[in-house]
């Protein structure tokens, strides 16, 4: 069963600090692994989308890398800033299927 | 640019109620997607479109239905709801299937008494 497992669940940081979200997956065969941030009451939001040939994509303060090898996944959040507090979601995809793997999210709560 | 647009925001049934959630992109997007988001578990499809007329099971569509007539709309229908359908509802959309993002609307917040 294809299964995307995300940690931690929960992260408090300070303002200005930088954390490291992790995902790992056993979707197979791969196809993309997205990041997506949801606020509290919104729908998610697309951050990055990598494909197998990527192992790095970048967002402004966000920066997701991938190691298909080992079907990690890593989103570093550089500076955090208050409107960064929110659940951090990530989604594998498999080749050919149209039904997306989530992950249950991390949540993030960033304190002045 | 309204994006994705979910109606109605929130919504409380009685159980074997039946009730049709509306979505609404204005991206001219090929596929659209119903998702429901339950506490401590990741979003589950249930069914999705890839075009005009057409549509398709996802993980969980028991107990759902949809339609599609226009490229713009994508119905997500409840015949007779159960207690177990108490979730919040998302549909998304996107040009194309593969590696391009999801667009979500805000949800509709359902609850099945």
């Known amino acids: 069963k294809n299964q995307v497992e995300q940690s931690p669940q929960s992260l408090i940081i300070l303002e200005g600090k930088n954390c490291t979200l992790q995902?790992?997956?056993?979707?197979?065969?791969?196809?993309?692994l997205r990041w997506y941030k949801q606020d509290t009451g919104r729908g998610p939001v697309s951050l990055t989308i990598?494909?197998?040939?990527?192992n790095t994509k970048s967002n402004g303060r966000y920066t997701a890398t991938l190691d298909a090898d080992t079907k990690q996944s890593s989103l570093h959040i550089t500076a955090s800033q208050l409107s960064d507090s929110a659940s951090y979601i990530c989604?594998?995809?498999?080749?050919?299927?149209?039904?997306?793997?989530f992950g249950r999210g991390t949540s993030l709560i960033v304190h002045p | 640019n309204a994006g994705v647009t979910q109606t109605p925001k929130f919504r409380v049934l009685k159980t074997g109620q039946s009730m049709t959630l509306l979505c609404a992109q204005d991206?001219?997007?090929?596929?659209m997607y119903w998702y429901r988001q339950d506490p401590g578990m990741g979003l589950r499809l249930i069914h999705y479109?890839?075009?005009?007329?057409?549509?398709a099971k996802g993980e969980v569509p028991d107990g759902y239905n949809v339609s599609r007539l226009k490229k713009q709309n994508f119905l997500l229908g409840l015949e007779s709801a159960a207690p177990s359908q108490t979730s919040v509802y998302f549909c998304?959309?996107?040009?194309?299937?593969?590696?391009?993002?999801?667009?979500f609307g805000d949800g509709t917040r359902l609850s099945i008494l």
């Open positions: 991206m001219n997007h090929e596929y």
């Open positions: 995902c790992n997956y056993t979707v197979s065969p791969f196809s993309n």
């Open positions: 989604v594998v995809s498999g080749r050919g299927s149209y039904i997306p793997t």
């Open positions: 479109s890839v075009g005009e007329g057409t549509t």
């Open positions: 998304a959309s996107s040009y194309l299937q593969g590696n391009q993002p999801q667009h």
């Open positions: 990598m494909t197998f040939s990527e």
